[in-house]
Nanobody, 124 residues
Framework: QVQLVESGGGLVQAGGSLRLSCAAS????????MGWFRQAPGKERESVAA????????YYADSVKGRFTISRDNAKNTVYLQMNSLKPEDTAVYYC?????????????????WGQGTQVTVSS
């Protein structure tokens, strides 16, 4: 079992940047597909970005393409989400999640382990 802890959220003005980190313990992250998800108030949790075991495959939601970058450092057991050109509609709780079942980055239910989330608020 893997434990995930997100950090790096906060309040930022529109156009600004934040870098989220997801630190893992318990197992090596190299065993997992990793994803970032977000959930805004009153909305369903949605996939934002995902990265395959070695980083060779990437997924981005259309709404964040060109602005967000997912990366992983398996040696540090950490996954990152660099968020640039932030918009008020990016405001949400952001979660990282781990999946051993395979590459299905949009399937929320495929991800078995979740962090507690970190709040990102973008002011206009």
């Amino acid at each position: 079992q893997v434990q995930l802890v997100e950090s790096g959220g906060g309040l930022v003005q529109a156009g600004g940047s934040l870098r989220l980190s997801c630190a893992a313990s318990g197992r090596s992250l190299s065993d997992y597909v990793m994803g970032w998800f977000r959930q805004a108030p009153g909305k369903e949790r949605e996939s934002v970005a995902a990265i395959s075991w070695s980083g060779g495959s990437l997924y981005y939601a259309d709404s964040v393409k060109g602005r967000f970058t997912i990366s992983r450092d398996n040696a540090k057991n950490t996954v990152y989400l660099q968020m640039n050109s932030l918009k008020p509609e990016d405001t949400a709780v952001y979660y990282c999640a781990a999946n051993r079942r395979g590459w299905n980055p949009m399937a929320v239910n495929e991800f078995e382990y979740w962090g507690q989330g970190t709040q990102v608020t973008v002011s206009s």
